[in-house]
């Protein structure tokens, strides 16, 4: 490993855009199809991992929602969930923030009460024993009606107490924020935060959109915003975090290599910009990898990587406390590596 890579895995991480039905790995997906006497459309571990070859976000989304129907019961989303948190122990994540789908679930007669007390199982579990606090946003999926996705944040409702924001993913074209304000609007009435992805598929205007009609406090993706220099002009006076994940815009085809990804001069015309996993089961890599695999494509100086450690830290749902305790460690990460500490 070199001295680059070896601090990136001592550095610790806040992750602000991770799936959680896209951390499935094929080996507990096919543990969960045994466990639920699901037939899957695949025969092993490899053939899923030969499947994994997206042209665009669609062609990955059809994959992604078939794999998630393997998840039924309450042990099974507790499952899921302390897998990526074990994780986020080997990849140093101090805090994450993780999306979830419950249409993806409900649609199949699955309560969202099963789906959401799984994973909150797991994420206290995962502070008491691991030391990583995180949140839970509820994602809206914006192929279906925007009357479904009310009517999915009437079902949530009992469950604000652990739910700190709502956000929107799925399908991108053709599906704008501008179709969700009135839900957003409810939403932030009951006390969520809210978020969208935007700018990864979709035009830059619905970067804009996001902001000005669903009031988001981060957007998810965000790399399409070069396409208008005053939205750049914007995110940076504002500090709108925007949560990069690169190696899912490789899989995925928003651009042809990591050597051609934006990451890096947002960074250095100073947006808010953050890296993160996605859906790592599918892209091939935890935040880790992520990290490592962007400072060799882009030449990312240990200064960058730092960057982005704050950034992250100051975009998360975090209260004071928590946020200057994450400070305070990314503070001594910069003092061993400026002392060299091998
Ligand atoms: N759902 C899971 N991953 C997604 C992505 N990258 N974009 C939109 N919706 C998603
Ligand atoms: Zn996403």
């Known amino acids: 490993m070199d001295s680059l890579d070896t ?23 096919f543990e969960l199809a045994e466990r639920n006497a699901i037939q899957l459309p695949w025969d092993s571990v490899e053939d899923i991992r030969r499947a994994y070859e997206f042209s665009d976000l669609q062609s990955f989304l059809d994959i992604y929602y078939a794999g998630a129907d393997v998840l039924r019961t309450e042990q099974d989303f507790f499952d899921l969930t302390w897998a990526y948190l074990e994780r986020c122990r080997s990849d140093k994540v101090r805090h994450t923030e993780i ?5 993806t679930h409900t649609d199949r007669g699955i309560a969202i009460d099963t789906v959401i ?26 192929h279906l009606s925007a009357e479904a996705a009310m009517d999915t944040l009437e079902q949530a409702l009992p469950w604000r107490e652990r739910i700190v924001a709502v956000g929107l993913d799925s399908s991108e074209k053709d599906h704008p924020p501008e179709k969700f304000k009135a839900v957003f609007e409810r939403a932030r009435e009951e006390g969520f935060l809210t978020v969208a992805h935007a700018g990864e598929e979709g ?8 902001l000005d009609l669903l009031k988001v406090r981060r957007i998810d993706h965000g790399v399409r915003c070069v396409e208008d220099p005053d939205l ?5 006076a504002e500090q709108v975090p925007l949560t990069v994940c690169p190696l899912s815009n490789i899989k995925l085809r928003v651009f ?3 050597e051609n990804h934006n ?22 890599g935890y935040i880790g990898e992520n990290f490592s695999a962007t400072a060799q494509a882009l030449n990312l100086t240990l200064g960058d990587i730092e960057r982005l450690a704050r950034n992250a830290i100051q975009a998360a749902f975090l209260d004071a406390e928590r946020r200057e305790d994450l400070l305070i460690e990314l503070d001594h990460w910069r003092e061993k590596n400026a002392l060299g500490c091998g």
Not at 99 to 103: G, I, L, V
Not at 274 to 283: G, L
């Open 256 to 258: 042809d290599r990591l």
């Open 232 to 236: 750049v002009a914007r995110l940076v």
């Open 117 to 142: 007390q799984g994973i909150t199982r797991a994420l206290d579990e995962g502070r008491e024993q691991l030391g990583i606090s995180s949140r839970l946003i509820l994602c809206f999926l914006r």
């Open 7 to 29: 601090a990136i895995a001592r550095l610790p991480k806040v992750e602000l855009h991770l799936h959680i039905e896209g951390s499935l790995e094929p080996e507990l997906m």
């Open 263 to 284: 990451l890096k001069d947002l960074l250095r015309a100073g947006v808010c910009a953050t890296i993160n996993s996605d859906d790592p089961a599918y892209f091939g």
């Open 203 to 210: 035009p830059a205007d619905y970067i804009r959109q996001a």
């Open 99 to 103: 999306f979830f789908d419950p249409q």
